[in-house]
């Protein structure tokens, strides 16, 4: 597996997390618990449930703060309203955090990836330096040997001049043989 698919994972897995953390431990909101958790207490004081549906005659606490016209019922909502507004401070909180740690994340894959881009730029400049080098060392191979073609060259040339000076060397003696010879012959006649 390559290190942004594992990143990409771990974002993934600990995204589902945070959505299930979030989901399971937080407080229900007020108004939702009112809606349950009190009517759940009032069918147990009230003495009605589904086996016994007769109600009583006793009031509630909000019926009788609304009797009264106690303002306990609205601090209930005031509280209400701030359990919920603190409860969604927590959520943009968590949702901020996880956004920086997603941009940390992308920030360290860009270092990654760049980091790797220049390791191969790298890499090449290498390669290009040893086929360079490798080119230089050929030139100089082929330079050696047109020297060395060259050389033998002037020593078979030298060759060829030295047996011409010795043939024309051998010619002279022979032309001096023959003119002493003609001038033997003349003498003895």
């Known amino acids: ?20 953390y ?5 407080q229900p909101a007020a108004k939702d618990a009112a809606g349950t958790i009190v009517a759940a207490k009032r069918a147990q004081t009230d003495g009605t449930n589904s086996m ?16 009264n016209g106690d303002g306990s019922a ?21 949702r901020a955090s996880a956004d920086r740690a997603s941009a940390d994340r992308a920030s360290a894959d860009r270092a990654s990836a ?5 390791d191969r730029a790298s890499a090449d400049r290498a390669s290009a330096d040893r086929a360079s080098a490798d080119r230089a060392s050929a030139d100089r ?4 040997r047109a020297s060395a073609d060259r050389a033998a060259a002037d020593r078979a040339s030298a060759d ?16 001096a ?6 001038a033997d012959r003349a003498s003895s006649n």
């Open 1 to 20: 597996m390559t290190k942004n698919t594992v990143w990409m994972a771990g974002g993934i897995v600990i995204a589902i997390g945070a959505v299930a």
């Open 74 to 94: 609205d601090r209930a909502a005031a509280d209400r309203g701030a359990a919920d507004r603190a409860s969604s401070d927590r959520a943009s909180a968590d």
């Open 141 to 144: 191979a082929s330079a050696d």
């Open 114 to 118: 760049d980091r790797a881009s220049a």
């Open 22 to 26: 979030l989901t399971y431990n937080s």
């Open 177 to 182: 043989a023959a003119d002493r010879a003609s």
């Open 160 to 175: 060829r001049a030295s047996a011409d000076r010795a043939a024309a060397d051998r010619a002279s003696a022979d032309r």
């Open 52 to 67: 016994n549906p007769q109600p009583s005659s006793s009031t509630t606490t909000d019926e009788r703060a609304q009797a």
